[in-house]
């Protein structure tokens, strides 16, 4: 009965563990959403749009990592923790939000499937031997 605590316990500290919030961890910062203005727009099957955006006070062009855009129209970016050099942005709806739960919920399920590895071990190490088998050996 112990055991069965212990990989109660376990499995609860790891799922806390998991879903824990990545800003108390001192994860980094989300990106910025910031408004931008196209200024060229780009054949689809070309390239990129170029938008202007305004970042710490100064107004630098970008690369959209888009294309269809009208020049003149405003659309909604995100804009990379290091904006320096060539800068390609994306627009904010085609970024994911909130927490990769995807890599969270597989290092979960990982976690629980060996302790359910080592919890079937620990029954087949110390289970009962003596039963008879379940299938019987064919009578020639």
Known sequence: MLILLVIGLVGVGVAVAIWFPLSLMGAAEPPRHVSAKVVKTGACNQGMDVVEVE???SVKQAKLDACGHHEGEQVDIVVPESADGDLV???ASSTPTGRPLANRLASLL???SGFAGGFYAYLFRYGPFNLPALISDPKP
């Open 55 to 57: 970042l710490g006070g």
């Open 89 to 91: 942005v994306q627009t």
């Open 110 to 112: 990982l976690c629980l």
